[in-house]
T-cell receptor, first 111, second 113 residues
Framework: QKEVEQDPGPLSVPEGAIVSLNCTYSNSAFQYFMWYRQYSRKGPELLMYTYSSGNKEDGRFTAQVDKSSKYISLFIRDSQPSDSATYLCAMSADNTDKLIFGTGTRLQVFP | GAVVSQHPSWVICKSGTSVKIECRSLDFQATTMFWYRQFPKQSLMLMATSNEGSKATYEQGVEKDKFLINHASLTLSTLTVTSAHPEDSSFYIC?????????FGSGTRLTVV
């Protein structure tokens, strides 16, 4: 079993839809949770960073962490074609520890 | 936010030669930097953890003599792919931690011909 599981997709949605991206993990020591967006042939761009449990909102993006279920989510409201990219969840036990990545979910938002 | 600059963005080299990739933290100091490798349509695979002033820590299966890492200052880490072969062709990405989380460089696409 992988430490972090993420559905690779692809996920195809119409413009304006609400997108839900999810990851599950097995290591209860993880405390730092991140979502990255990666366009083709570019480095990952940090979207959301959450410590421990709870929700965090930034514009159209909302990140949720449920440590009791070992489950994290990223919601994208009013999705746009420019949101089309691969979304990677990542987590670590300590802020100086290595990141463990999910496989990434490829999202396509069509007009 | 924090910026990690990575150069070059792409490089083509002949088989058997060495290639150096630089990773700089522009507006913060990074005692630890991470080097990743990514194959097409796959996730990032950690290669090594670079520590300023000490030896790098390599992940299992990564040849330390082939992938030389130097972290000589708090803002610069380099990865040198020695005696490169076509199977080393990949996308290499560095990252560093600052208080906003892990920031990544823009990546280096290496093609060995």
């Amino acid at each position: 079993q992988k430490e972090v599981e993420q559905d690779p997709g692809p996920l195809s949605v119409p413009e304006g839809a609400i997108v839900s991206l999810n990851c599950t993990y097995s290591n209860s020591a993880f405390q730092y949770f991140m979502w990255y967006r990666q366009y083709s042939r570019k480095g990952p761009e940090l979207l959301m960073y959450t410590y421990s449990s709870g929700n965090k909102e930034d514009g159209r993006f909302t990140a949720q962490v449920d440590k009791s279920s070992k489950y994290i989510s990223l919601f994208i409201r009013d999705s746009q074609p420019s949101d089309s990219a691969t979304y990677l969840c990542a987590m670590s036990a300590d802020n100086t520890d290595k990141l463990i990545f999910g496989t990434g979910t490829r999202l396509q938002v069509f007009p | 936010g924090a910026v990690v600059s990575q150069h070059p963005s792409w490089v083509i080299c002949k088989s058997g030669t060495s290639v150096k990739i630089e990773c700089r933290s522009l507006d913060f100091q990074a005692t630890t930097m991470f080097w990743y490798r990514q194959f097409p349509k796959q996730s990032l695979m950690l290669m090594a953890t670079s520590n300023e002033g000490s030896k790098a820590t390599y992940e299992q299966g990564v040849e330390k003599d082939k992938f030389l890492i130097n972290h000589a200052s708090l803002t610069l880490s380099t990865l040198t792919v020695t005696s490169a072969h076509p199977e080393d062709s990949s996308f290499y990405i560095c990252s560093a931690w600052d208080w906003d989380g892990y920031t990544f460089g823009s990546g280096t696409r290496l093609t060995v011909v």
